[in-house]
């Protein structure tokens, strides 16, 4: 089993920055990949980024490239999601993810993943 938790959500005006942060334990040497997904009000939820835990690619979202980075800190098993530029449009529940296996053309794909956060709400509003 793998315990995921997120932290580093709240409210930021439009051209600003946020940091989430997702703590691991478990385990967690049995991971291929890690990641960030997100889902607003209404709509599917949506892979942001992730890591593949064994060559250390990093995968990311056409909505979110060159404004999202993701990075890890092995050593206090967290990983982390470094938003800038954010949108309103950004708004959402965003969500630190686990997977015991890894699908280079299918990483996005919510139902790939088999260990979950519970979530924290990133607001974008002015």
């Known amino acids: 089993q793998v315990q995921l938790v997120e932290s580093g959500g709240g409210l930021v005006q439009p051209g600003g920055s946020l940091r989430l942060s997702c703590s691991l334990s478990g385990s967690t040497s049995y991971l291929y990949a890690i990641g960030w997904f997100r889902q607003a009000p209404g709509k599917e939820r949506e892979g942001l980024s992730c890591?593949?835990?064994?060559?250390?690619?990093?995968y990311y979202a056409d909505s979110v490239k060159g404004r999202f980075t993701i990075s890890r800190d092995n050593a206090k098993n967290t990983l982390y999601l470094q938003m800038n530029s954010l949108e309103p449009e950004d708004t959402a529940v965003y969500y630190c993810?686990?997977?015991?296996?890894?699908?280079?053309?299918?990483?996005?794909?919510?139902?790939?993943?088999?260990?979950w956060g519970q979530g924290t709400q990133v607001t974008v509003s002015s």
């Open positions: 993810a686990a997977a015991l296996g890894f699908w280079k053309t299918a990483w996005s794909n919510p139902n790939r993943w088999d260990y």
């Open positions: 890591i593949s835990t064994g060559d250390g690619n990093l």
